[in-house]
């Protein structure tokens, strides 16, 4: 089974997004931190991550480097409002790490 790291700062949100993602056929695994998130990353080596803006102990930016300087590179979504809703993910190009035009609704 597929696995989705999903790295929020809200865990009912991430719960609510995880059941959702449970339901495409992913295994869904939570990190509420940085540090959990490249501990679950290395753990798991989940396909894809979803990431809030910012967490707990720092930015979605900052848990990129990380990612990288650890030499992982998996596909990973940027949750962002649009119509005033949460549930949107801008997709990262793993390769050049800059936001492509794909977004993923997790309705």
Sequence with gaps: MKRVLIVESDMDYAIETGIRWGRKGFAPIF??????AVAETRLQEPELILVNQSLRDSSRNEFLKELNNSGYYVQTGIRVKEDGLDNKYILIDKSERIVIEESIDTE
């Design 31 to 36: 990190a509420f931190s940085i540090r959990e």
